[in-house]
């Protein structure tokens, strides 16, 4: 199968302008999804349908890959296509037709007032100024409030 990954990587670099993580992320999943295209005896990526993205995708399910793994695997593929597109090696994208449930973002812990009362009088025999770097350091970023409030 052709080498696909440089000049898909040369795209991201040049015309996308993707950090280094992205690239490398990006590089590394789309080359896990070539494999397995070469491995199912298609000859290139254009072959591929929304059927065979859906196998795919399953596949990375049953190896345990976490939602956000499996949907950046997805984006990184949709954009593979892209670029297929524009350098006119395929006239379609079947990661578009991928629709996967979002990631449950996790709520930050908050602190319960009795955890504050509690975390305030172990620090209560200290001076003033150790009591304020305690708050500061400890218990405000601990509290829940965002960053540019403390």
């Given at each position: 199968m052709k080498d696909y990954c440089s000049d898909f990587s040369d795209y991201l670099v040049n015309k996308k302008v993707v950090s280094a993580n992205t690239l490398e992320s990006y590089i590394r999943d789309v080359g896990h999804f070539l494999s397995?295209?070469?491995e199912s005896g298609l000859d290139n990526p254009?072959?591929?349908?929304?059927?065979?993205?859906?196998?795919?995708?399953?596949?990375?399910?049953?190896?345990?890959?976490?939602?956000?793994?499996?949907?950046?695997?997805?984006?990184?593929?949709?954009?593979?296509?892209?670029?297929?597109?524009?350098?006119?090696?395929?006239?379609?994208n079947p990661a578009k037709a991928i629709k996967l449930e979002k990631t449950v973002k996790k709520l930050p812990q908050i602190l319960t007032g009795k955890e504050i009362c509690l975390r305030s009088r172990t620090h209560r025999n200290r001076r003033a100024a150790g009591t304020r770097q305690c708050w500061n350091c400890c218990m405000l970023p601990e509290s829940g409030l965002p960053n540019w409030l403390i």
């Open positions: 397995f295209v070469d254009s072959a591929v349908d929304s059927d065979f993205m859906n196998t795919y995708v399953a596949k990375l399910m049953e190896s345990k890959k976490s939602n956000a793994t499996i949907t950046r695997n997805v984006a990184s593929i949709r954009c593979f296509y892209q670029y297929l597109i524009i350098s006119n090696q395929s006239d379609s």
